[in-house]
C-alpha cells in the first residue's frame, strides 16, 4: 500500500531510517550511502558485460547482438547465472565483494537494490539522462534507495492465474477469483482428467517461495512486513494465508512434486498438461502457446488474476532493473546500453517475442498487443497494485526466514501457527537496529 500525506510519509522515513528500510519512492530526501545528489559522470567507453540469471526467453542475445553490430568498439559480452535468484544473487555478491570487475552491467532482481546500493556496490545513476516519466512508477521505485536511482528497470514481473480453459469451459466452470472457488473447480473438473492436479506456483525453497507465501498471507488481508517497516506476520490473516498453502498439500490438490518447483520445473508442469490453475509469470504465456511441439496445451489455457480468500489476491511485485558495477570500467558504455536496452523499440520488441512484462508503460494501451497478449490491462493493474517486498539491506537473511517458515509448514513439520510466531521474531530481530 502506498503511504498517503506529508506526515505519513515522514513517520515512514524515520522508521525506515531507524530500520534500514529504503524510502524509495518517497518524496522526502533521506540520507544516503553516498555523498552528492549529483552522481559523478560515468565514464569509460569499450567492452562491457551483462550479467544475468539464466535468460528463459532466448531473446536476450538476439538484442545484445543488435547493439554489438551497432557498436564494435563496445561489443556486450553476456554472462549468464543460474536460473535461481539466490544464487544469482550469491555469485553477484562475492564478485562486489572482491571488487572485481569482471561484470559490468548487472541484472538485479527488485528486492536487491538496498543491499547494493548501501554497499556502494552499484554506482548512482543520473535520472536527467533517463526516461523514468516514460516508464511505470511501482518499477522505477524498485531502483531507488533513499530517493536516488541505483537500477533502472528493464522487465517488471506481476503474478497471474494461468488457467487450462479448454477444461475449464468443458465443464461449464468460470475461471475462480477466490480460492474456495478455484478448489471447486478442481472438485469438479479433475475427475475428468487423469493426471492433472489442482494447482501449483513456485514452493521449492528459494526466492519464488517467499513471493508466493507473500502473495498468500497479502490475498488473506495480511502484511509480512508493513510499509511501517515492521514485520506483523503472527496474525489470524496471515495465518489463513499460510494455511491455502497447507491445506493444499494436506488435501493433495498441491502435489508433493510441486515442492520441488522453481519456476521453470513448474511451467514444464503446465505445458505437459499436469496442472489446472497455477501461480506463474508473465514470461511462461509465450512459451506454453509455442506451436513446435514443446508445449501440449498451446491454445488450450489463459490467464486471470490471483484469486485470494473473499476476491481477488494480490500479486508480489517482481522485476528486474540494470545497475553498473562500482568496480567496472567503461561505465559510459554500460549506461549507453542501458539507455538501449530500456528503449520502447527494445520492449516492444522483448513482449512480443517473450511475453515479459515491459516496463514501458504506454505498451501496455496498444490495441496490438492487447490482441496479442490479452491480460495486458490485467497485468498493469496487478503490477500497479502489487505489493513489494520489503526494501531492506539485509533481505536475504529476512527471505531465508520467511522461506525456512512457508516451507516447514508445508511440509508438515510444524503448524502454521508456530511457523508465524517463530517468524515473527526472527523477521523482528532481523529488523531492529
Ligand atoms: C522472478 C521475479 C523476481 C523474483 C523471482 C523469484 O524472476 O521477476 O522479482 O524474485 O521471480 O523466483
Known sequence: MVTQGRVARGAALAAALVLGVSACGSSDSGSSPSSGSTPAALEGVGPITLVTGKDFSGNLQNQVDTWNQQHPDQIVKVIELPED??????????????????????????????????????TQLPESELPLDKLLPATVETGKY???????????????????????????????????????????????????????????????????????????????????????????????????????????????????????????????????????????????NATDGSSQVAGKFAVAPLPGLDGPGASTLGGHNYAISSFAKNKKTALDFIKYSIDEK?????????????????????????????????????????????????????SSAIQQAAYDAMGGTTTSEDALKKLQSKLEELTKQ
Open 85 to 122: 535468484a539466490d544464487a544469482q544473487r550469491q555469485q553477484m555478491v562475492q564478485n562486489a565483494t572482491t571488487k572485481s570487475d569482471a561484470y559490468t552491467v548487472l541484472n538485479l532482481d527488485v528486492i536487491w537494490t538496498a543491499e547494493f546500493a548501501a554497499n556502494q556496490w552499484v
Open 146 to 288: 533513499f530517493n536516488k536511482l541505483y537500477a533502472v528497470p528493464t522487465t517488471s514481473d506481476g503474478g497471474l492465474l494461468y488457467y487450462r480453459k479448454d477444461l475449464l469451459d468443458a465443464a461449464g466452470v468460470k475461471p475462480p477469483t477466490t480460492w474456495a472457488e478455484m478448489k471447486a473447480a478442481c472438485d469438479k473438473v479433475l475427475p475428468t482428467a487423469p493426471g492433472t492436479s489442482c494447482y501449483a506456483g513456485q514452493f521449492e525453497k528459494y526466492e519464488g517461495l517467499t513471493v508466493n507465501f507473500s502473495e498468500a498471507v497479502n490475498s488473506a488481508g495480511g502484511v509480512v512486513v508493513g510499509d511501517d517497516g515492521k514485520p506483523n506476520v503472527n496474525t489470524p490473516e496471515a495465518k489463513k494465508g499460510l494455511d491455502f498453502l497447507v491445506e493444499g498439500i494436506k488435501s493433495g490438490q498441491i502435489s508433493q512434486k510441486a515442492r520441488t518447483f522453481k519456476e521453470e520445473e513448474g511451467r514444464r508442469a503446465f505445458q505437459a498438461g499436469e496442472l489446472l490453475f497455477q501461480r506463474q509469470w508473465p514470461y511462461q504465456y509465450a512459451k506454453a
Open 346 to 398: 527494445q520492449q516492444r520488441d522483448n513482449l512480443e517475442k517473450t511475453s515479459q512484462a515491459p516496463t514501458w508503460a504506454s505498451l501496455y494501451d496498444e490495441q496490438a498487443l492487447i490482441a496479442q497478449f490479452p491480460y495486458l490491462t490485467e497485468l498493469k493493474k496487478s503490477i500497479e497494485a502489487a505489493k513489494k517486498r520489503p526494501a531492506v539491506v539485509k533481505y536475504q537473511e529476512v
